[in-house]
């Protein structure tokens, strides 16, 4: 409001006392009672005063709008700004209308399912594609619970762990032949609601399916003819009939067949940790003694070679699958063998972290550069080739831990630093650790 319009709301304000002044001024001489002058002083100030008021107070209250001609003076400034406050209210309110409108058609138009939940896990809105997708329609389902439309036992779980950082996959019962990829992310005050995505991933779920199967299939019907190969290989090369020209060769052959098998064999290690997500056997496994185990079978992989020491927590076990893990802590473990030259240092630890029990190799070899780390736990890939097969490495041993790693819930950190080393940690959930002496007292009691 401009001071220089407020001051003119003034001016008006005390010209319109001015007038009864005089007239009391008048009344006054002519020996009228001064109760009766102030009282006529007063009465039209008080008059229009009352009049503007329960004006407003009516508009107000039946949510009229406030419209021109306005009073003059400074009741004139209060109409004049409540009505640009309401002007005001009015085009947010469009804005937001506008926006709700724009945001649903959008919602509308996604092909994946969405839905949004209350905090008992009951549908409070979903779009179009959530009723072809998940047999949610809203509004008929509003107030279901969500758990009673998507039956399904892991979703459940799901639900109620509250841990959304992994996608569930499901087939929902209406319709068998679709596959959902769903994801739970928290929003809203106090991030008590939930919203549900819901994907379509039917065709990568069945092209995935087929390369697992081929790959599983392809390297299953190799290794019995390449075993045969590798026997006849074995056989040839010590018989004592074989020309002596023809042994190097023979052993060439020998050792390509041998890189072959140990491919086949890691290529179906990855199908079987595919084909399920959690390990079928779970045990305490005893990490301390498997390893002790590794580094003796590192120490005769180096050769005396390389410095390896390992600090171990002696009492503290895990619980997962026992040849799942000494893969996976063997690979690491060999890998800072292979990878780094004569003279380096390993150093192997295995403790209770703040986050969790944590396995880590550490050496100080030549590093990876940053553009290969995302890479590295990728299928077949290695950063030096060349020096990487002379090293007899095919490139799918950290493919082997990342999958173990995640069928324990456990993550994989990697950084190294050119020149300096690197350092692989496996840190575990906290609910997988066990302590050497309650297992022993369960083993006894
Ligand atoms: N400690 C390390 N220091 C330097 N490079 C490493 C180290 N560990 C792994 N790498 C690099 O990461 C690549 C991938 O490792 P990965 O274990 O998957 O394959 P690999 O060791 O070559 O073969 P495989 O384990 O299948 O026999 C390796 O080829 C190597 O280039
Ligand atoms: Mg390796």
């Known amino acids: ?37 102030l009282a006529l002083m007063l009465a039209p100030a008080l008059a229009r005063n009352l009049y503007y008021l329960t004006r407003l107070a009516l508009l107000i209250r039946r949510q009229h709008r406030l419209a021109p ?26 804005r937001q209308i506008r926006f709700t409108r724009r945001f649903r058609e959008a919602a509308n138009a996604v092909p994946d ?18 009723a072809k997708l998940m047999n949610l329609r809203w509004s008929e389902d509003d107030g279901r619970l969500f ?17 959304y950082t992994r996608p569930l996959e499901v087939a929902p019962e209406h319709n068998r032949a679709i596959i959902l990829s769903l994801r739970i992310t928290p929003f809203g005050e106090r991030k008590r609601q939930r919203l549900v995505v ?56 020998r050792n390509q067949t041998d890189r072959m098998c140990s491919i ?16 079928e056997e779970q045990e305490s496994v005893d990490i301390p003694d498997e390893i002790h185990l590794i580094v003796q079978e590192a120490q005769a992989l180096s050769n005396g070679r390389h410095r390896i020491r390992a600090r171990v927590d002696e009492d503290l076990l895990l619980i997962g699958s026992e040849p799942e893990l000494r893969s996976a802590f063997s690979n690491l473990v060999f890998n800072a063998v292979k990878h780094t030259p004569e003279g380096s240092h390993i150093e192997i630890t295995w403790h209770d972290a703040e986050s969790g029990p944590r396995f880590t190799v550490e050496d100080n070899g030549p590093g990876i550069a940053p553009e290969h780390l995302p890479r590295l736990t990728e299928r077949f890939y290695r950063v030096d080739r060349a020096r990487s097969r002379e090293s007899g490495g095919t490139g799918l041993g950290l493919a082997i831990v990342k999958h173990v790693l995640n069928r324990h819930e456990a993550r994989l950190t990697i950084s190294s630093e050119l020149g300096h080393g690197s350092i ?7 609910h997988s650790a066990l302590v050497r002496r309650e297992v022993d007292i369960s083993a006894t009691g």
């Open 147 to 163: 758990t009673d439309i998507l039956t399904n036992p892991g979703l459940d779980a799901l639900i109620d762990a509250g841990d």
């Open 424 to 430: 692989f940690s496996c840190t575990f959930p906290q």
């Open 1 to 37: 409001m401009p001071a220089n319009s407020i001051g003119r709301a003034i001016a008006f304000e005390l010209s319109f006392l001015l007038l009864p002044i005089a007239g009391g001024v008048l009344l006054a001489t002519l020996g009228v009672k001064l109760v009766w002058i």
């Open 113 to 130: 399912a969405l839905v949004i939940l209350d905090k008992h896990h009951r549908v409070e809105w979903a779009n179009p594609a959530a």
């Open 264 to 279: 086949i064999e890691d290529l179906l290690t990855l199908s079987r940790l595919e084909m399920h997500d959690s390990p």
């Open 198 to 253: 819901g994907r379509d991933i039917t065709k990568i779920y069945h092209l995935n399916m087929i390369r697992r199967d081929f790959v599983a299939n392809a390297s299953h019907e190799l290794r019995t003819p390449l075993t045969v190969i590798s026997g006849f290989l074995e056989s040839l090369q010590d018989a004592p009939g074989t020309p002596v020209a023809h042994r190097r060769p023979l052993t060439l052959m």
């Open 69 to 94: 001609p306005f009073p003059r003076g400074l009741w004139g400034e209060v109409y004049r700004s409540i009505a640009r406050y309401q002007q005001r209210g009015r085009k947010s309110r469009k």
